[in-house]
């Protein structure tokens, strides 16, 4: 590559050029988390079609407050995304095939580039960070190595809690009303993976349709067995203290410690540690 211009491969192939090295940065919420911890405050952030007029604070992190957000779904048009100025627009894939929350007609309409960063349920974790650490440096952002640091001590702490005799059985999962709940398979989601691979006893809700999630009642939930519930904290999830009169999640909570759990949590590795971390104490009891 020349010194004049930049480039970068995204995780679906597509391969982005640009005269110089972009410095308007727009990202979805989460992609614009884990830039930010490289010091990259993105010029704007927007949501996906679950998220609604206002930023998810859960999926936020710990981007500052006067981050513009423009909006999600159908209201991230032309107009809204052009306001930011953007050069690039960073959004992440599923399916490593098509950018998960950006109309690419949108971005494409205004002529600028998108980069999309896979964080599909086959992708190791370790593997996911990394490659938002190889894009924040192509941005410009320094290595930061006592990051790298603080996550394998972080990882250790899982590691030992989780070894712990009489360490608990965890059951991750996101609340859909007072009648229905949505349950993590461990597998297909690289956070609950990569602590399965660390040791921990994560509970697998069984056959059923969904491919990330079995959707069932509370009643199916409570007689799993679990010690510990992570429970999803994003803005469309119902939160615990709506569901204090559910017989099932009474039953399944009693005598027993619910820990938020971010299914969108920034790929980046202080955000990682402290999730780890959170993870380590809650197993600790």
């Known amino acids: 590559m020349s010194s004049t211009t930049w480039e970068f ?3 679906r192939g597509s391969v982005v050029r640009a005269a110089r090295r972009p410095e308007r940065v727009v990202a979805y919420v989460r992609a614009g988390a884990a830039l930010h911890e490289y010091g990259l405050t993105p010029a704007g952030i927007f949501g996906s079609g679950h ?3 206002q930023v998810d604070p859960v999926k936020a992190g710990g981007l500052p407050a006067d981050v513009p957000y423009l909006g999600a779904g159908k209201t991230l048009d032309e107009e809204a995304l052009g306001a930011a ?3 690039l627009v960073v959004d992440v894939t599923y399916d490593d095939h098509f950018a998960y929350a950006v109309d690419e007609g949108v ?3 205004l002529g600028v580039p998108v980069v999309a960063l896979s964080v599909a349920g086959g992708t190791p974790l370790p593997g996911l960070v990394a490659r938002f650490a190889e894009l924040a440096e192509a941005l410009g952002a320094p290595a930061d190595p006592a990051a790298e640091d603080d996550l394998a001590q972080a990882r250790a702490a899982v590691r030992a809690a989780a070894a712990r005799p009489g360490a608990p059985r965890v059951l991750v999962l996101s609340a859909a009303d007072s009648a229905q709940v949505h349950l993590a398979r461990p597998g297909t989601w690289p956070e609950l993976r990569h602590l399965a691979e660390l040791g921990v006893d994560l509970v697998d809700p069984g056959p059923g349709p969904g491919l990330n999630w079995l959707t069932t009642d509370w009643e199916y939930a409570a007689g799993l067995g679990a010690d510990l519930v992570l429970a999803d904290a994003r803005g469309n999830a119902v939160p615990p203290a709506d569901l204090a009169g559910v017989p099932g ?4 909570t009693h005598g027993h410690q619910v820990t938020p759990w971010n299914p969108e949590l920034a790929p980046a590795p202080r955000a990682t540690a402290r999730f780890l971390r959170d ?7």
């Open 85 to 87: 100025a953007p050069e």
């Open 279 to 285: 993870i380590a104490s809650a197993l600790a009891g």
């Open 107 to 109: 971005a494409a309409g």
């Open 9 to 11: 491969t995204d995780d």
């Open 249 to 252: 999640w009474t039953r399944l």
């Open 51 to 53: 998220d609604g007029e």
